[in-house]
């Protein structure tokens, strides 16, 4: 038993864990931050408008970099030993992410009066969308770089870069919050990522990889190709879980109100909070391993060793923080969001639910199981949407969390059933 503990706690997992629990913690304590004094300052309804906004950003930040992050982590990855093979890989990514960048940037500039009264239920935000246009292209260009990192494995400067990018939200955050309120709030979500760019470039200058020629190289469509399959897989993730998201609130906002749906937003900032730990060592681990490893046993056994690790450690987790729920909710928040409290059962049965599927959801990913992985992240949305209609209907926002336990039971199941032989059978191919 003890010997298969250090084999355990041995792994490259709990090697990246806990380089990436230093930055856990720091953006643990700075969200902390941050969501004390935007919720002291701005309250449920501002809450929840910022969670509207966090949501739509996150759609266009996919559709300006193509999706196709995942896979220049793959790949570079892969070919990390060879020069001429990987700089097609930088290149032919910078050029997909500026083209669609500008795009974006475009689409956001003329249609911010619409974008501002949809999205935020106010034409008051209009210039809100007007400086998100301007910076969106920064903003992919960092999101490309942190790809290109985690593909080469500097888990040291991912690490930094995830730091600093914490830090500069939280000032960002409070500051423009204190000074203007709800309006501040929304500018600081769409402008910090701008800033942490020029920091992240500091950081890779003297990579062995990093030549501005690398991603000045013309545009490869072999190799475009290539990252368009994993483009597909990486936007129909991105877009349809905020935009599921942002469908919940708004079926929240219309059958009970704007004030539950930043309760509901709130007991989401949560779940970020304490389950960034896991997913940030999961992105920044197991994507590349599993993109390494070749057959079915190597699979399976990886598989397995995290499952060891990662569950029981998140159960301890969510069986502690229910009992101290009403403490967070004093934490974190204030006296407006005591009615969080009853939201924290089914999603805490979620997010359990959420991070066991997730673990066969990266070995669709990493195998570029294009079509599977399209039609689970498109069912799990349309899933989402149906059962929460009615559970919203029925029981306001805590019917929003069960059908977010459901879907995501649900999903665990069926990709435990898709990847069947992987994981119950023994035979080695």
């Known amino acids: 038993m003890l010997i298969k503990a250090k084999k355990i706690f041995s792994t490259d997992l709990v090697k990246v864990s806990f380089l990436n629990a230093i930055a856990t913690v720091i953006r643990m304590l700075t969200g902390f931050v941050s969501v004390k004094v935007v919720a002291a300052v701005i309250g449920p309804v501002g809450v929840a408008l910022l969670g509207q906004l966090n949501n739509f950003a996150q759609i266009l930040l996919s559709i300006s970099n193509g999706g196709i992050n995942a896979g220049v982590t793959k790949y570079t990855s892969e070919f990390s030993e060879s020069e001429k093979d990987y700089i097609l890989y930088l290149g032919t990514g910078f050029w997909i992410t ?5 795009i974006t940037s475009l689409v956001i500039f003329i249609g911010a009066g619409y974008f501002s009264v949809s999205i935020l239920h106010d034409i008051r935000y209009k210039s809100v969308f007007y400086v998100f246009g301007g910076t969106i292209l920064l903003y992919a260009l960092n999101a490309l770089l942190t790809a290109v990192i985690n593909g080469f494995k500097e888990y040291k400067k991912f690490v930094i870069a995830n730091i600093v990018g914490s830090l500069v939200g939280m000032v960002f955050a409070v500051i423009l919050s204190i000074r203007y309120g ?15 760019f020029f920091i992240t470039l500091g950081i890779v200058a003297k990579s062995y990889w990093f030549k501005w020629k690398s991603f000045l190289l013309k545009f490869n469509k072999k190799v475009a190709v290539q990252l368009g399959h994993y483009s597909l897989m990486a936007i129909a993730s991105a877009v349809t879980v905020p935009a599921g998201q942002m469908i919940v609130r708004d079926f929240i906002i219309t059958n009970k109100s704007i004030t539950d749906a930043g309760l509901w937003e709130g007991i989401n900032r949560i779940s970020a909070m304490y389950l960034m730990v896991i997913t940030a060592s999961l992105s920044v681990y197991f994507l590349p391993k599993l993109s390494e490893l070749k057959t079915r046993e190597e699979l399976r056994n990886e598989i397995f060793s995290v499952y060891k690790l990662v569950i029981p450690f998140l159960i301890l987790t969510t069986f502690v923080i229910y009992i101290f729920r009403v403490f967070i909710i004093h934490l974190l928040f204030t006296s407006e969001f005591n009615g969080m409290k009853e939201l924290f059962g089914f999603q805490l049965i979620g997010d359990v639910l959420k991070i066991m599927g997730w673990v066969l959801g990266y070995l669709l990913l990493a195998k570029a199981m294009t079509k599977i992985y399209i039609i689970m992240e498109i069912v799990n949305f349309l899933l989402l949407i149906l059962v929460s209609y009615f559970l919203v209907k029925w029981y306001g926002s805590v019917g929003a969390t069960l059908a977010f336990a459901i879907v995501y039971l649900v999903y665990f199941i ?16």
Request: glycine share 2%; charged share 5%; no cysteine.
């Open 414 to 429: 069926v990709l435990a059933f898709v990847f069947k032989n992987l994981l119950f059978n023994n035979k080695q191919t």
């Open 98 to 102: 500026v083209v669609l960048s500008l």
């Open 182 to 196: 709800v309006y501040g709030a929304l500018i600081s979500t769409v402008t910090f990522q701008s800033i942490v």
